[in-house]
């Protein structure tokens, strides 16, 4: 089955998504997140539609803690922060129109920035609770954790997947390759004029699950299944609200199964 060119220009948007927001997770602290739907966190709740430059605040304080070593006093901050933002996600969340109108696109663009402002001063506030050697370990972190969203693995689960170091390089390794791989399909799709193989496609999503299947243990995939039936609409990173699609990143492979 072949895309149409507005298929390839929608599917290209979506992997242009993904490489862009892992760029911005490397230099700027941010969470890495894809467009997408929206969905709820469980735990924190909210409804904040994640994407690109998704904020630092929407990260889950089980991993924050996993990376960052915490103390209580942090802890107890950086809750109130995050229970303060998913607040003010909810209050500037827009309702949704009414049946048979449309979309008012000017209020929605409106609460967008908005909510980047109160994921900014979320941001900064939490960093202020953390010491200087904790903020330098934010980088790396978001780098690892675009990595697992797109091999499929959601952040919310990694404490208590309790990956090697080994294990995360490879997992790492094949999320990077895969992407890559997609890419490169995706420009050759365009440069012979815009249709992209569906079929091909599929069987390199395949192979990325494959290959991360490998990495885990009997246990660990264990432990993933648990996660995904208890959150069975977070995919992907944690945060407050959704915008992953479920498989991870956009233009990833599917959650590893």
């Known amino acids: 089955m072949k895309f149409g060119k507005i298929g390839l220009m929608c599917a290209s948007l979506f992997l242009l998504s993904a490489v862009a927001v892992t760029s911005f997770a ?3 602290g941010a969470v890495a997140g894809g467009g997408g739907r929206r ?7 909210g409804g904040q539609r994640r994407g690109a430059g998704a904020p630092l605040v929407a990260t889950p304080l089980s991993v924050l803690d996993s990376y960052l070593k915490l103390t209580a006093e942090q802890k107890t901050k950086i809750t109130a922060i995050q229970t303060q933002y998913a607040a003010d996600m909810k209050t500037l969340t827009p309702p949704p129109p009414a049946a048979g109108e449309m979309p008012d696109r000017q209020a ?8 980047r402002e109160a994921g900014t001063k979320a941001d900064t506030d939490l960093k202020a609770v953390l ?11 978001n780098k690892e954790l675009a990595a697992y969203g797109a091999a499929g693995i959601p952040a919310g689960v990694l404490p208590d997947l309790k990956l090697t170091a080994d294990q995360k390089t490879k997992i790492t390794t094949i999320a990077t390759d895969s ?3 997609m ?11 815009g249709q992209v193989d569906q079929a091909a496609m599929q069987e390199m999503r ?13 246990a660990q995939k264990t432990t993933l299944a648990a996660y995904r039936k208890a959150h069975p609409v977070q995919q992907g990173r944690g945060g407050f609200g959704g ?9 990833a492979p599917p959650p590893a199964r």
């Not at 903020?135 to 972190?141: G, R, S, Y």
């Not at 890419?183 to 004029?193: D, V, Y």
């Open 131 to 141: 010491t200087d050697d904790q903020t330098k370990l934010i980088p790396d972190m």
């Open 206 to 218: 395949k192979a990325s699950t494959d290959k991360v299947n490998a990495v885990l243990t009997d």
């Open 243 to 251: 915008g992953r699609r479920p498989g991870g990143a956009a233009g």
């Open 26 to 28: 490397q230099g700027n």
């Open 183 to 193: 890419q490169a399909k995706f420009q050759e799709a365009q440069a012979n004029g």
């Open 39 to 45: 969905q709820r966190q469980g735990g924190q709740g």
């Open 179 to 181: 992407q890559k791989e």
């Open 108 to 115: 929605m663009q409106e609460a967008r920035t908005k909510q």
